[in-house]
Protein backbone atom coordinates (compact mmCIF):
# COMPACT_ATOMS: atom_id res chain seq x y z
CA UNK A 1 0.00 0.00 0.00
CA UNK A 2 1.65 3.74 -1.03
CA UNK A 3 2.19 5.85 1.90
CA UNK A 4 -0.17 8.48 2.40
CA UNK A 5 1.69 10.57 4.82
CA UNK A 6 -0.59 11.10 6.81
CA UNK A 7 0.22 11.69 10.47
CA UNK A 8 -0.64 8.71 12.73
CA UNK A 9 -2.26 9.80 16.09
CA UNK A 10 -3.16 7.58 18.80
CA UNK A 11 -6.68 7.56 20.13
CA UNK A 12 -6.25 9.21 23.36
CA UNK A 13 -4.23 12.07 21.25
CA UNK A 14 -7.23 12.38 19.07
CA UNK A 15 -9.53 12.44 22.19
CA UNK A 16 -6.90 14.94 23.62
CA UNK A 17 -6.95 17.69 20.85
CA UNK A 18 -10.70 17.45 20.61
CA UNK A 19 -11.27 18.51 23.91
CA UNK A 20 -8.78 20.75 23.30
CA UNK A 21 -10.90 22.35 20.52
CA UNK A 22 -13.90 21.83 22.17
CA UNK A 23 -12.59 24.43 24.84
CA UNK A 24 -11.06 26.47 22.67
CA UNK A 25 -14.90 26.85 20.58
CA UNK A 26 -16.63 27.42 23.79
CA UNK A 27 -14.24 30.27 25.39
CA UNK A 28 -14.62 31.97 21.41
CA UNK A 29 -18.40 32.09 21.89
CA UNK A 30 -18.29 33.53 25.77
CA UNK A 31 -15.74 36.40 24.75
CA UNK A 32 -17.80 37.33 21.75
CA UNK A 33 -20.69 36.95 23.66
CA UNK A 34 -19.20 39.81 26.40
CA UNK A 35 -17.97 41.79 23.43
CA UNK A 36 -22.06 42.10 22.67
CA UNK A 37 -23.31 45.89 24.41
CA UNK A 38 -26.74 45.72 26.09
CA UNK A 39 -29.22 48.47 26.03
CA UNK A 40 -28.58 49.31 29.72
CA UNK A 41 -25.26 48.05 30.12
CA UNK A 42 -26.34 45.04 32.45
CA UNK A 43 -27.87 42.61 32.35
CA UNK A 44 -31.54 41.92 32.49
CA UNK A 45 -33.22 40.33 35.65
CA UNK A 46 -34.79 36.88 34.07
CA UNK A 47 -39.05 36.99 33.18
CA UNK A 48 -40.67 34.03 35.07
CA UNK A 49 -43.02 33.62 32.18
CA UNK A 50 -44.82 31.37 34.10
CA UNK A 51 -46.38 34.40 36.08
CA UNK A 52 -47.64 36.13 33.18
CA UNK A 53 -50.76 36.70 31.52
CA UNK A 54 -51.74 34.08 29.37
CA UNK A 55 -52.11 36.26 26.62
CA UNK A 56 -48.93 38.03 27.28
CA UNK A 57 -47.31 34.66 27.46
CA UNK A 58 -48.25 33.68 23.98
CA UNK A 59 -47.42 37.11 22.31
CA UNK A 60 -43.83 36.86 24.28
CA UNK A 61 -43.61 32.84 23.03
CA UNK A 62 -44.48 34.48 19.46
CA UNK A 63 -41.92 37.19 19.08
CA UNK A 64 -39.54 34.35 20.35
CA UNK A 65 -39.90 32.14 17.78
CA UNK A 66 -40.03 34.46 15.13
CA UNK A 67 -36.60 35.11 16.38
CA UNK A 68 -35.19 32.00 15.83
CA UNK A 69 -37.34 31.79 12.53
CA UNK A 70 -34.38 34.54 11.76
CA UNK A 71 -31.14 32.64 13.25
CA UNK A 72 -29.96 29.05 11.89
CA UNK A 73 -31.69 26.42 13.80
CA UNK A 74 -35.53 26.98 12.52
CA UNK A 75 -37.96 25.80 15.49
CA UNK A 76 -40.44 23.76 12.74
CA UNK A 77 -37.51 21.54 11.50
CA UNK A 78 -38.63 19.41 8.72
CA UNK A 79 -37.57 16.24 10.04
CA UNK A 80 -36.51 14.63 12.85
CA UNK A 81 -35.08 10.62 13.11
CA UNK A 82 -36.32 8.87 16.06
CA UNK A 83 -34.32 5.68 16.87
CA UNK A 84 -36.90 4.25 19.48
CA UNK A 85 -40.37 5.13 21.25
CA UNK A 86 -40.24 5.79 25.32
CA UNK A 87 -42.25 2.82 25.57
CA UNK A 88 -39.18 1.04 23.50
CA UNK A 89 -36.45 2.90 25.35
CA UNK A 90 -38.04 2.37 28.81
CA UNK A 91 -37.74 -1.83 27.62
CA UNK A 92 -34.67 -1.67 26.44
CA UNK A 93 -32.69 0.28 29.58
CA UNK A 94 -34.46 -0.10 32.46
CA UNK A 95 -31.80 -2.69 33.49
CA UNK A 96 -28.88 0.12 33.62
CA UNK A 97 -27.11 0.50 37.45
CA UNK A 98 -27.47 3.90 39.59
CA UNK A 99 -25.51 6.18 38.29
CA UNK A 100 -24.66 5.11 34.97
CA UNK A 101 -24.70 5.83 31.48
CA UNK A 102 -23.65 4.18 28.22
CA UNK A 103 -21.02 6.30 26.74
CA UNK A 104 -20.66 4.39 23.54
CA UNK A 105 -24.07 4.87 22.27
CA UNK A 106 -26.38 7.47 21.34
CA UNK A 107 -30.16 7.21 21.01
CA UNK A 108 -32.68 10.00 19.23
CA UNK A 109 -36.16 9.88 21.09
CA UNK A 110 -38.89 12.81 20.82
CA UNK A 111 -41.44 13.77 23.62
CA UNK A 112 -43.60 16.34 24.75
CA UNK A 113 -41.71 18.99 27.62
CA UNK A 114 -44.02 18.34 30.71
CA UNK A 115 -41.94 20.21 33.40
CA UNK A 116 -38.34 21.66 33.10
CA UNK A 117 -35.88 22.16 36.17
CA UNK A 118 -32.71 23.97 36.56
CA UNK A 119 -30.17 22.61 39.35
CA UNK A 120 -27.48 25.33 38.48
CA UNK A 121 -26.29 26.67 35.41
CA UNK A 122 -24.83 23.57 34.23
CA UNK A 123 -27.91 21.20 34.98
CA UNK A 124 -31.12 20.99 33.63
CA UNK A 125 -33.72 18.48 34.10
CA UNK A 126 -36.52 18.03 31.41
CA UNK A 127 -39.89 15.48 31.77
CA UNK A 128 -40.66 14.73 28.17
CA UNK A 129 -43.97 12.29 27.94
CA UNK A 130 -45.19 10.29 24.98
CA UNK A 131 -48.03 7.25 24.46
CA UNK A 132 -48.65 7.45 28.48
CA UNK A 133 -44.85 7.32 28.84
CA UNK A 134 -42.44 9.57 31.22
CA UNK A 135 -38.61 9.86 30.91
CA UNK A 136 -36.12 11.81 32.26
CA UNK A 137 -33.77 14.14 29.88
CA UNK A 138 -30.79 15.09 32.17
CA UNK A 139 -28.97 17.74 30.62
CA UNK A 140 -25.39 18.16 31.22
CA UNK A 141 -23.37 21.18 30.05
CA UNK A 142 -20.08 18.85 30.39
CA UNK A 143 -22.22 16.02 28.06
CA UNK A 144 -23.24 18.57 25.41
CA UNK A 145 -21.87 18.93 22.14
CA UNK A 146 -20.56 22.98 23.29
CA UNK A 147 -21.60 24.43 26.48
CA UNK A 148 -22.47 27.59 24.17
CA UNK A 149 -24.83 25.01 22.39
CA UNK A 150 -26.17 24.51 25.86
CA UNK A 151 -26.94 27.51 26.95
CA UNK A 152 -28.92 27.97 23.44
CA UNK A 153 -30.63 25.33 23.38
CA UNK A 154 -32.12 25.60 27.64
CA UNK A 155 -32.98 29.21 27.20
CA UNK A 156 -35.42 28.75 23.93
CA UNK A 157 -36.74 25.42 25.30
CA UNK A 158 -40.14 25.95 27.21
CA UNK A 159 -43.02 23.49 28.90
CA UNK A 160 -45.34 21.72 26.22
CA UNK A 161 -42.61 22.12 23.15
CA UNK A 162 -42.00 19.03 21.27
CA UNK A 163 -38.12 18.34 21.64
CA UNK A 164 -36.07 15.65 19.95
CA UNK A 165 -33.36 14.30 22.13
CA UNK A 166 -29.89 12.50 20.81
CA UNK A 167 -28.27 11.35 23.92
CA UNK A 168 -26.62 8.90 25.80
CA UNK A 169 -28.90 6.12 28.06
CA UNK A 170 -28.08 6.46 31.68
CA UNK A 171 -29.74 6.67 35.06
CA UNK A 172 -29.48 8.90 37.77
CA UNK A 173 -28.03 8.97 41.23
CA UNK A 174 -31.34 8.10 42.67
CA UNK A 175 -32.22 5.60 40.24
CA UNK A 176 -34.69 7.44 37.79
CA UNK A 177 -33.82 6.13 34.27
CA UNK A 178 -32.79 9.26 31.73
CA UNK A 179 -31.22 10.09 28.90
CA UNK A 180 -28.02 12.84 28.86
CA UNK A 181 -28.47 14.60 25.77
CA UNK A 182 -25.98 15.10 23.28
CA UNK A 183 -28.12 17.18 20.92
CA UNK A 184 -31.53 18.65 22.14
CA UNK A 185 -33.73 20.21 19.11
CA UNK A 186 -36.67 22.13 18.87
CA UNK A 187 -39.35 20.19 16.90
CA UNK A 188 -42.17 21.83 17.50
CA UNK A 189 -42.62 25.12 19.76
CA UNK A 190 -46.40 25.40 21.89
CA UNK A 191 -46.84 29.36 22.34
CA UNK A 192 -49.57 28.80 25.20
CA UNK A 193 -49.04 28.18 28.84
CA UNK A 194 -49.53 24.15 29.40
CA UNK A 195 -51.36 23.31 32.46
CA UNK A 196 -49.65 22.09 35.45
CA UNK A 197 -49.96 18.22 35.50
CA UNK A 198 -50.09 18.57 39.33
CA UNK A 199 -53.06 20.55 39.22
CA UNK A 200 -54.56 18.61 35.91
CA UNK A 201 -56.65 19.99 33.40
CA UNK A 202 -60.53 19.52 35.05
CA UNK A 203 -62.73 22.28 33.64
CA UNK A 204 -65.17 19.87 31.84
CA UNK A 205 -66.03 22.76 28.86
CA UNK A 206 -62.32 23.09 28.34
CA UNK A 207 -61.56 19.10 27.63
CA UNK A 208 -64.00 18.88 25.27
CA UNK A 209 -63.31 21.36 23.54
CA UNK A 210 -59.85 21.26 23.73
CA UNK A 211 -59.59 17.49 23.26
CA UNK A 212 -56.30 17.72 22.14
CA UNK A 213 -55.06 19.45 25.49
CA UNK A 214 -57.06 17.00 27.58
CA UNK A 215 -55.32 14.17 25.59
CA UNK A 216 -51.50 15.86 26.81
CA UNK A 217 -52.52 16.90 30.27
CA UNK A 218 -54.58 13.85 30.93
CA UNK A 219 -53.54 10.29 30.99
CA UNK A 220 -56.48 8.44 31.76
CA UNK A 221 -58.36 9.88 28.61
CA UNK A 222 -56.05 8.80 26.26
CA UNK A 223 -56.71 5.00 27.72
CA UNK A 224 -60.26 5.47 27.55
CA UNK A 225 -60.46 6.10 23.42
CA UNK A 226 -57.90 3.22 23.21
CA UNK A 227 -60.64 0.92 25.37
CA UNK A 228 -62.87 2.30 22.38
CA UNK A 229 -60.71 1.41 20.19
CA UNK A 230 -60.43 -2.36 21.66
CA UNK A 231 -64.13 -2.77 21.73
CA UNK A 232 -64.70 -2.05 17.71
CA UNK A 233 -61.39 -4.22 16.94
CA UNK A 234 -63.29 -7.24 19.15
CA UNK A 235 -66.63 -6.46 17.71
CA UNK A 236 -65.52 -7.15 14.09
CA UNK A 237 -62.93 -9.96 14.38
CA UNK A 238 -65.94 -11.70 16.12
CA UNK A 239 -68.35 -11.19 13.53
CA UNK A 240 -65.31 -11.76 10.41
CA UNK A 241 -64.86 -15.35 12.22
CA UNK A 242 -68.67 -16.27 11.87
CA UNK A 243 -68.04 -15.23 8.38
CA UNK A 244 -69.76 -11.79 7.99
CA UNK A 245 -68.95 -8.87 5.48
CA UNK A 246 -68.45 -5.48 6.36
CA UNK A 247 -70.05 -3.41 3.79
CA UNK A 248 -70.47 0.45 3.90
CA UNK A 249 -73.95 2.10 3.04
CA UNK A 250 -74.77 5.54 2.22
CA UNK A 251 -74.58 8.59 4.66
CA UNK A 252 -77.16 10.92 2.88
CA UNK A 253 -80.91 8.93 2.41
CA UNK A 254 -83.90 9.92 0.22
CA UNK A 255 -85.85 9.02 3.09
CA UNK A 256 -84.94 8.59 6.83
CA UNK A 257 -85.53 4.87 7.58
CA UNK A 258 -84.61 1.97 9.92
CA UNK A 259 -85.12 3.65 13.14
CA UNK A 260 -87.67 6.08 14.70
CA UNK A 261 -85.89 9.33 15.28
CA UNK A 262 -86.36 13.02 13.40
CA UNK A 263 -83.37 13.15 11.34
CA UNK A 264 -80.95 16.05 10.23
CA UNK A 265 -82.08 17.55 6.77
CA UNK A 266 -79.56 18.44 3.80
CA UNK A 267 -79.99 19.46 0.12
CA UNK A 268 -77.96 18.08 -2.30
CA UNK A 269 -77.02 21.73 -5.22
CA UNK A 270 -76.67 19.96 -8.13
CA UNK A 271 -79.91 17.88 -7.78
CA UNK A 272 -81.76 20.51 -6.05
CA UNK A 273 -82.59 17.88 -3.70
CA UNK A 274 -83.35 17.60 -0.10
CA UNK A 275 -81.92 14.68 1.60
CA UNK A 276 -81.58 13.05 4.92
CA UNK A 277 -78.77 12.39 6.99
CA UNK A 278 -79.22 8.43 7.87
CA UNK A 279 -80.81 7.32 11.41
CA UNK A 280 -79.51 4.06 10.84
CA UNK A 281 -77.90 1.83 7.28
CA UNK A 282 -80.74 -1.05 8.75
CA UNK A 283 -82.90 -0.74 5.14
CA UNK A 284 -79.64 -0.71 3.32
CA UNK A 285 -78.33 -3.88 5.12
CA UNK A 286 -81.58 -5.60 4.71
CA UNK A 287 -81.60 -5.22 0.69
CA UNK A 288 -77.75 -6.59 0.63
CA UNK A 289 -79.20 -9.69 2.11
CA UNK A 290 -82.26 -9.66 -0.74
CA UNK A 291 -79.18 -9.42 -3.08
CA UNK A 292 -77.82 -12.64 -1.74
CA UNK A 293 -74.85 -11.38 0.89
CA UNK A 294 -76.66 -13.58 3.80
CA UNK A 295 -74.21 -11.95 6.64
CA UNK A 296 -73.22 -8.32 6.23
CA UNK A 297 -72.54 -5.83 8.88
CA UNK A 298 -71.80 -2.10 9.25
CA UNK A 299 -69.49 -0.19 11.77
CA UNK A 300 -70.39 3.60 11.34
CA UNK A 301 -72.09 6.85 12.68
CA UNK A 302 -75.28 7.40 12.36
CA UNK A 303 -77.32 11.04 12.83
CA UNK A 304 -80.29 12.05 15.08
CA UNK A 305 -81.85 15.51 15.19
CA UNK A 306 -82.84 15.39 18.82
CA UNK A 307 -81.31 16.08 22.43
CA UNK A 308 -78.08 16.36 24.02
CA UNK A 309 -77.36 14.87 27.19
CA UNK A 310 -75.29 12.80 29.87
CA UNK A 311 -76.16 9.49 27.46
CA UNK A 312 -77.28 11.25 23.92
CA UNK A 313 -75.13 12.87 20.94
CA UNK A 314 -76.73 13.82 17.89
CA UNK A 315 -73.66 11.45 15.98
CA UNK A 316 -72.94 8.18 17.10
CA UNK A 317 -71.57 5.32 16.35
CA UNK A 318 -73.21 2.02 16.13
CA UNK A 319 -72.98 -1.90 14.66
CA UNK A 320 -75.42 -3.34 12.82
CA UNK A 321 -75.52 -6.74 11.03
CA UNK A 322 -77.98 -9.01 9.53
CA UNK A 323 -78.05 -12.63 9.56
CA UNK A 324 -80.05 -14.99 7.21
CA UNK A 325 -81.54 -17.71 8.41
CA UNK A 326 -81.36 -16.52 12.16
CA UNK A 327 -84.08 -15.32 14.57
CA UNK A 328 -84.07 -13.27 17.83
CA UNK A 329 -83.22 -16.66 20.01
CA UNK A 330 -80.23 -16.94 18.22
CA UNK A 331 -78.83 -13.52 18.03
CA UNK A 332 -79.72 -13.36 21.66
CA UNK A 333 -76.98 -16.14 22.17
CA UNK A 334 -74.95 -14.41 20.01
CA UNK A 335 -75.26 -11.44 21.95
CA UNK A 336 -74.46 -13.24 25.34
CA UNK A 337 -70.94 -14.48 23.96
CA UNK A 338 -70.01 -11.77 22.21
CA UNK A 339 -70.74 -9.16 25.05
CA UNK A 340 -69.69 -11.54 27.94
CA UNK A 341 -66.49 -12.44 25.96
CA UNK A 342 -65.71 -9.00 25.08
CA UNK A 343 -65.68 -7.78 28.29
CA UNK A 344 -63.59 -10.73 29.41
CA UNK A 345 -61.14 -9.84 26.80
CA UNK A 346 -60.56 -5.93 27.63
CA UNK A 347 -61.38 -6.05 31.65
CA UNK A 348 -59.94 -9.61 32.30
CA UNK A 349 -63.28 -11.00 34.22
CA UNK A 350 -67.08 -10.59 33.80
CA UNK A 351 -67.64 -7.73 36.22
CA UNK A 352 -67.00 -3.67 35.72
CA UNK A 353 -67.16 -1.19 38.51
CA UNK A 354 -69.30 1.80 37.14
CA UNK A 355 -70.12 5.06 38.85
CA UNK A 356 -73.62 5.73 36.99
CA UNK A 357 -74.25 8.89 39.35
CA UNK A 358 -70.39 10.16 39.23
CA UNK A 359 -67.45 9.69 40.94
CA UNK A 360 -67.50 11.02 44.16
CA UNK A 361 -70.36 8.46 44.42
CA UNK A 362 -70.57 4.76 45.15
CA UNK A 363 -70.69 2.81 42.30
CA UNK A 364 -72.54 -0.44 41.46
CA UNK A 365 -71.38 -3.53 39.86
CA UNK A 366 -72.51 -4.78 36.41
CA UNK A 367 -72.16 -8.72 36.08
CA UNK A 368 -71.84 -9.68 32.54
CA UNK A 369 -71.45 -13.63 33.07
CA UNK A 370 -73.66 -14.90 30.50
CA UNK A 371 -76.11 -16.18 30.31
CA UNK A 372 -78.23 -12.68 30.58
CA UNK A 373 -81.76 -12.33 32.01
CA UNK A 374 -84.82 -12.07 29.52
CA UNK A 375 -88.20 -10.67 30.39
CA UNK A 376 -91.42 -10.14 27.88
CA UNK A 377 -92.38 -6.74 27.97
CA UNK A 378 -96.01 -6.60 28.44
CA UNK A 379 -96.11 -10.12 31.05
CA UNK A 380 -93.07 -7.70 32.78
CA UNK A 381 -95.53 -4.86 33.19
CA UNK A 382 -98.46 -6.79 34.04
CA UNK A 383 -96.25 -8.07 36.93
CA UNK A 384 -94.78 -4.98 38.13
CA UNK A 385 -97.81 -3.41 38.28
CA UNK A 386 -100.32 -5.11 38.98
CA UNK A 387 -102.73 -4.91 36.51
CA UNK A 388 -104.41 -6.99 33.36
CA UNK A 389 -102.96 -4.99 29.72
CA UNK A 390 -106.02 -5.89 27.19
CA UNK A 391 -105.12 -8.26 24.98
CA UNK A 392 -102.06 -7.75 22.74
CA UNK A 393 -103.61 -8.30 19.25
CA UNK A 394 -106.11 -5.32 20.93
CA UNK A 395 -103.28 -2.63 21.38
CA UNK A 396 -103.83 -0.64 18.36
CA UNK A 397 -106.93 0.47 19.36
CA UNK A 398 -108.37 3.69 21.15
CA UNK A 399 -109.64 2.30 24.25
CA UNK A 400 -106.19 0.79 24.57
CA UNK A 401 -104.61 3.90 24.27
CA UNK A 402 -106.83 5.31 27.02
CA UNK A 403 -106.29 2.55 29.35
CA UNK A 404 -102.63 3.36 28.81
CA UNK A 405 -103.01 7.13 29.16
CA UNK A 406 -104.46 6.46 32.55
CA UNK A 407 -102.21 4.28 33.44
CA UNK A 408 -99.44 6.76 33.04
CA UNK A 409 -101.65 9.27 34.64
CA UNK A 410 -102.41 7.16 37.55
CA UNK A 411 -98.63 6.32 38.63
CA UNK A 412 -97.38 10.26 37.42
CA UNK A 413 -95.96 9.05 34.56
CA UNK A 414 -95.05 11.33 32.58
CA UNK A 415 -95.04 11.48 28.34
CA UNK A 416 -95.18 14.64 26.01
CA UNK A 417 -97.87 14.96 23.52
CA UNK A 418 -98.29 13.12 20.86
CA UNK A 419 -99.45 10.45 23.59
CA UNK A 420 -99.77 7.46 21.11
CA UNK A 421 -100.10 4.30 22.61
CA UNK A 422 -96.52 3.34 21.18
CA UNK A 423 -94.89 6.18 23.26
CA UNK A 424 -97.11 5.67 26.19
CA UNK A 425 -96.24 1.80 26.57
CA UNK A 426 -92.87 3.27 25.78
CA UNK A 427 -92.66 5.66 28.87
CA UNK A 428 -94.37 2.42 31.08
CA UNK A 429 -91.17 0.28 30.09
CA UNK A 430 -88.91 3.26 30.98
CA UNK A 431 -90.25 3.68 34.56
CA UNK A 432 -91.15 0.23 35.52
CA UNK A 433 -88.80 -2.23 33.51
CA UNK A 434 -85.80 -0.67 32.77
CA UNK A 435 -84.68 0.99 35.99
CA UNK A 436 -84.58 -2.35 37.36
CA UNK A 437 -82.24 -3.94 34.62
CA UNK A 438 -78.71 -3.19 36.02
CA UNK A 439 -77.08 -6.57 34.50
CA UNK A 440 -77.75 -7.19 31.47
CA UNK A 441 -81.21 -7.81 30.89
CA UNK A 442 -83.25 -8.69 27.57
CA UNK A 443 -86.40 -7.17 27.56
CA UNK A 444 -88.39 -9.31 24.48
CA UNK A 445 -91.62 -9.67 22.46
CA UNK A 446 -92.45 -5.92 21.90
CA UNK A 447 -96.03 -4.80 20.98
CA UNK A 448 -96.17 -4.22 16.97
CA UNK A 449 -97.33 -0.83 17.66
CA UNK A 450 -93.91 -0.19 18.81
CA UNK A 451 -91.63 -2.17 16.00
CA UNK A 452 -93.04 -1.43 12.55
CA UNK A 453 -90.12 -3.07 11.14
CA UNK A 454 -89.76 -6.66 13.45
CA UNK A 455 -91.41 -9.63 12.76
CA UNK A 456 -94.97 -10.60 14.32
CA UNK A 457 -94.63 -13.01 16.84
CA UNK A 458 -94.79 -16.71 16.16
CA UNK A 459 -97.24 -17.59 18.86
CA UNK A 460 -99.01 -14.33 20.45
CA UNK A 461 -100.84 -12.04 18.14
CA UNK A 462 -100.25 -8.11 18.43
CA UNK A 463 -96.53 -8.78 19.70
CA UNK A 464 -93.42 -8.82 17.65
CA UNK A 465 -89.89 -11.40 17.66
CA UNK A 466 -87.84 -8.31 19.07
CA UNK A 467 -85.83 -7.72 22.30
CA UNK A 468 -83.91 -4.68 23.66
CA UNK A 469 -80.29 -5.15 26.17
CA UNK A 470 -80.42 -3.43 28.54
CA UNK A 471 -77.51 -2.55 31.03
CA UNK A 472 -77.09 -0.60 33.76
CA UNK A 473 -80.91 0.94 33.13
CA UNK A 474 -79.65 1.89 29.40
CA UNK A 475 -80.57 0.18 26.08
CA UNK A 476 -77.04 -0.98 24.73
CA UNK A 477 -79.07 -3.57 22.01
CA UNK A 478 -81.78 -3.42 19.75
CA UNK A 479 -82.29 -6.67 17.42
CA UNK A 480 -85.45 -8.49 16.01
CA UNK A 481 -86.91 -11.18 13.92
CA UNK A 482 -87.11 -8.95 10.80
CA UNK A 483 -90.37 -8.64 8.81
CA UNK A 484 -90.15 -9.74 5.60
CA UNK A 485 -93.60 -9.69 3.89
CA UNK A 486 -94.06 -7.06 1.95
CA UNK A 487 -98.01 -6.52 2.11
CA UNK A 488 -97.63 -6.75 5.95
CA UNK A 489 -94.78 -3.90 6.03
CA UNK A 490 -96.70 -1.29 3.95
CA UNK A 491 -99.70 -1.93 6.38
CA UNK A 492 -96.93 -1.16 9.16
CA UNK A 493 -95.29 1.98 7.04
CA UNK A 494 -99.29 2.98 6.90
CA UNK A 495 -99.83 3.46 10.71
CA UNK A 496 -96.64 4.89 11.39
CA UNK A 497 -97.28 7.68 8.67
CA UNK A 498 -100.49 8.37 10.24
CA UNK A 499 -98.67 8.21 13.87
CA UNK A 500 -96.46 11.24 12.16
CA UNK A 501 -99.64 13.62 10.80
CA UNK A 502 -100.50 13.27 14.65
CA UNK A 503 -97.15 14.88 15.90
CA UNK A 504 -94.67 11.89 16.26
CA UNK A 505 -91.49 13.68 14.31
CA UNK A 506 -89.71 9.98 15.60
CA UNK A 507 -92.25 8.01 13.36
CA UNK A 508 -90.86 6.41 9.96
CA UNK A 509 -91.57 6.77 6.42
CA UNK A 510 -92.92 4.97 3.78
CA UNK A 511 -90.06 3.35 2.26
CA UNK A 512 -91.56 2.01 -0.90
CA UNK A 513 -88.13 1.44 -2.77
CA UNK A 514 -87.51 -1.03 0.57
CA UNK A 515 -90.58 -2.43 -0.04
CA UNK A 516 -90.30 -3.04 -3.87
CA UNK A 517 -86.79 -5.03 -2.70
CA UNK A 518 -88.66 -7.42 -0.39
CA UNK A 519 -90.84 -8.45 -2.87
CA UNK A 520 -87.77 -10.23 -4.45
CA UNK A 521 -88.05 -12.01 -0.94
CA UNK A 522 -85.94 -11.66 2.02
CA UNK A 523 -84.84 -14.51 3.58
CA UNK A 524 -85.80 -15.64 7.32
CA UNK A 525 -83.30 -13.41 8.90
CA UNK A 526 -82.51 -11.64 11.97
CA UNK A 527 -81.12 -8.37 12.58
CA UNK A 528 -79.40 -6.89 15.68
CA UNK A 529 -77.55 -3.16 16.42
CA UNK A 530 -75.70 -2.22 19.53
CA UNK A 531 -74.21 1.24 20.65
CA UNK A 532 -71.05 1.47 20.84
CA UNK A 533 -70.37 4.86 22.69
CA UNK A 534 -73.19 3.57 25.68
CA UNK A 535 -70.78 0.05 25.55
CA UNK A 536 -67.96 2.12 26.03
CA UNK A 537 -69.40 3.76 28.49
CA UNK A 538 -70.08 0.98 30.62
CA UNK A 539 -66.45 -0.24 30.44
CA UNK A 540 -64.32 2.94 30.72
CA UNK A 541 -66.47 4.01 33.77
CA UNK A 542 -67.53 7.21 32.14
CA UNK A 543 -71.12 8.33 33.39
CA UNK A 544 -71.40 11.05 30.20
CA UNK A 545 -71.38 9.91 26.75
CA UNK A 546 -69.19 13.25 26.07
CA UNK A 547 -66.11 11.55 27.97
CA UNK A 548 -66.11 8.98 24.91
CA UNK A 549 -66.16 10.99 21.76
CA UNK A 550 -63.11 12.31 21.00
CA UNK A 551 -64.88 15.39 19.92
CA UNK A 552 -68.51 15.70 21.05
CA UNK A 553 -71.30 17.96 19.58
CA UNK A 554 -70.64 21.44 22.35
CA UNK A 555 -73.08 24.47 21.93
CA UNK A 556 -71.21 27.61 20.41
CA UNK A 557 -68.77 29.10 23.18
CA UNK A 558 -68.88 32.81 24.13
CA UNK A 559 -65.91 35.37 23.23
CA UNK A 560 -63.58 33.99 25.38
CA UNK A 561 -60.81 32.16 24.26
CA UNK A 562 -59.60 28.88 24.45
CA UNK A 563 -55.89 29.49 25.23
CA UNK A 564 -57.27 31.52 28.13
CA UNK A 565 -60.17 28.81 29.42
CA UNK A 566 -57.13 26.61 29.76
CA UNK A 567 -54.89 28.64 31.57
CA UNK A 568 -57.74 29.83 34.14
CA UNK A 569 -58.52 26.49 34.51
CA UNK A 570 -54.82 25.81 35.80
CA UNK A 571 -54.28 28.57 37.38
CA UNK A 572 -57.56 28.63 39.55
CA UNK A 573 -55.80 25.33 41.15
CA UNK A 574 -52.79 26.71 42.82
Known sequence: MADTGAEKISKSEQKRRLKAQKKAEEKAAKQAEQKQPTSSGAAKPKVNEEDLDPTVYREHRIAQIESLKKGDSHPY????????????????????????????????????????????????????????????????????????????????????????????????????????????????????????????????????????????INDPVRQKFITRAKIIKYLRSFLDQLGFLEVETPIMNMIPGGATAKPFITHHNELDLKQYMRIAPELYLKMLVVGGLDRVYEVGRVFRNEGIDMTHNPEFSICEFYMAYADYNDLMDITEKLLSGMVKAITGGYTVEYHELGADKPPIVIDFTPPFKRVSMVAELERTIGVTFPSPSSLHTEETRLFLDQLCSQHEVDCSAPRTSARLLDKLVGHFIEVNCVNPTFICDHPEIMSPLSKWHRDIKGLTERFELFVARKEVCNAYTELNDPIVQRDRFGQQAKDKDAGDDEAMYVDENFCTALEYGLPPTGGWGLGVDRLTMFLTDSNNIKEVLLFPAMKPEDNKSSADSAASDDSSKQ
Not at 85 to 108: A, Q
Not at 138 to 147: G, P, S
Request: hydrophobic share 35%.
Open 77 to 216: PHKFRVDLSLSEYINKFSHLEDGSRLEDTLVSLSGRVHAKRESGAKLVFYDIRAEDKKLQVMANAKLYKTEAEYEVVNDKLRRGDIIGVRGYPGKSKKGELSIIPYEMTLLAPCLHQLPHLHYGLKNQETRYRQRYLDLI
